[in-house]
């Protein structure tokens, strides 16, 4: 078993992912690889979590990860996004419920299933209490697509409000977005909070761009040593690795859904074309037996006669 270098107690030990070099095995976006990384390191996540609700330090007194997995244990049930979830719910300070996940594939149903996450979070009430004692509830979603094109935005929080006068209805559930496609559009308050320095760890895809975000920011060394860690796992390597094959899986499935409901949008807007001409043939040839009728009464000639 690994231990990080900041734990193990020896000075001077230089960082074991420090020798390596090249591609990483699997990267952050591997949502396995992110709720790994995240479950074993506390360090990580607290700075995270500090990082997106602009916290302080000081200002965590317990992060606890209520739905944690067995790391490297072969699953029982199949990925199929529902059955095996791997997101992460963290229960802040005794009072906020955070649920963070990784998101690579748009499935086009992104507000649908955050927002269904985040109300299963939010109702979380037991018989007999009250509901001023519903915890906070914040849904974090790190999405390698832009959610909304027409709206590019690199980290983005939604509260529900009056669409007027914009007063908070509630500050009590909120939802989160970093877009990991528009680093780029990082605001000064995102940069000044080290959002785009997580975005570029999970987007990192070689040791040395690990090592270069580690000079720059210390807990990006502590999260470099546990991704060391989890990737020398053989068992871990092999939960990564069918979890990409599963998401390839779905892709496919996608698509070819994607595809049936177009040729299906397709074969509906031929035979409407069709059924539109036939009308129209058919409203031709009422105008013609109206014009010949008339035709007709003018020459005071009777219907069907020679």
Known sequence: MFMSYLE???PNRAPQYMRATGKLPYTLINDYMFKALLQKNQKVLKQLICSLLHLQQEDIRSVKVTNPILLGAVQTEDF???TFVLDINVLLNDQTLINLEMQVADYRNWPERS???LCR???RLQSGQYYMEIKPTIHIGFLDFTL???HPEFYATYMMMNVKNHHIFTDRIALSVVNLKHMELATQEDREWKIDYWASLFKATTWEELKMLAEQNPVMGDAAETIYELTAD???????KAREKQIKEMNTLVR????????RDAAWQEKAAAIRQLE?????IAQLQQELQRLKERQHMPIGSD
């Open 256 to 263: 070819e859904r994607e595809l049936a409901e177009r040729a």
């Open 8 to 10: 193990s107690g020896i």
């Open 280 to 284: 129209e043939k058919d409203q031709r």
């Open 115 to 117: 927002m269904a996450y």
């Open 80 to 82: 199929d996004g529902k």
């Open 234 to 240: 053989e068992a871990i390597r092999e939960q990564c």
């Open 121 to 123: 979070n939010f109702d």
């Open 148 to 150: 909304f094109p027409e």
